[in-house]
């Protein structure tokens, strides 16, 4: 869990909206606009600290929440936070950080970067590209637009069944292998939880379904009484229409009586 410690969609659409909206931003005027920061997603790529700029390790990325949070991965720990945006300004308050032990670079990254994102900073959005510096310019955050996962050919992990509007965890121990890919070739593949699967899907974007068409060709193995519990919930899950939900790297299906499952996109390999 997070420790206190004194020290984010951007889908196609929003990404050009913060583009429109960046280029000439930044000057920081009373007038000025507030940024179109809420609910978007940033890979961290460098920091400015005392003049001297770091590049960001694997894994450092910011999320600016809807209620006026952020909160993300430093490339060692993770990080949480609010964030006030009044016209050019983003105030970061950084409240919370988990401490795990990291290698030495990454930690030395990690403290410039919660020396960066931290007070009243000055935004310049331009070209998908966010940067945050103080009014002096000796603490600067660069930050490129973190575009959402695509339906398919993103694997990704099952790690939430739902109920209508309840969310549950999965079986304990029974979801360690679940999860597929709906690929380019009009089939959906993966595992169940305990055997492997593939059945042909059909994707209708404007409606927003995915149909598993037909019965799912599966492995014949036995597994342990939650991985087969898993698998026979998904395995009637996953017969016939679902709608879908994307946002950002989180995915969720669900079916008619409102029965389905979330999943996370998994990192490229």
Request: charged letters at 20%.
């Amino acid at each position: 869990m997070p420790k206190p410690r004194s020290t984010l969609a951007a889908a196609a659409l929003l990404l050009a909206a913060l583009t429109a909206c960046g280029r000439g931003g930044g000057s920081g005027g009373a007038g000025d606009p507030d940024l179109p920061l809420a609910g978007t997603h940033w890979t961290v790529t460098a920091v400015t600290v005392d003049g001297s700029r770091s590049k960001a390790p694997g894994g450092a990325a910011v999320e600016f929440t809807r209620d006026g949070r952020t909160r993300g991965g430093t490339g060692c720990n993770h990080f949480g936070g609010t964030a006030a945006v009044a016209g050019t300004t983003v105030t970061v308050s950084p409240d919370e950080v988990t401490e795990m032990g990291c290698p030495e670079d990454r930690r030395r990254f990690e403290t410039a970067f919660l020396a960066a994102f931290a007070g009243p900073l000055t935004g310049t959005l331009e070209d998908g590209a966010l940067t945050l510096a103080s009014a002096d310019g000796g603490r600067k955050v660069e930050l490129a637009a973190e575009p959402s996962a695509p339906l398919r050919g993103t694997s990704w992990k099952i790690d939430g069944l739902v109920s209508e509007d309840a969310a549950a965890s999965l079986p304990e121990g029974g979801g360690d292998k679940a999860r597929f890919v709906v690929g380019a070739d009009g089939r959906i593949t993966g595992n169940l939880g305990c055997n492997g699967f593939s059945a042909a899907a059909k994707v209708d974007e404007e409606a927003g379904t995915l149909t598993v068409e037909g019965p799912a060709a599966t492995t014949r193995m036995m597994c342990a009484g939650p991985q087969m519990e898993l698998e026979t919930k998904l395995y009637e899950l996953l017969d016939g229409p679902l709608s879908y939900r994307l946002d950002h790297r989180t995915l969720t299906l669900v079916d008619g009586g409102g029965e389905g499952l979330t999943a996370r996109a998994e990192p490229a390999r």
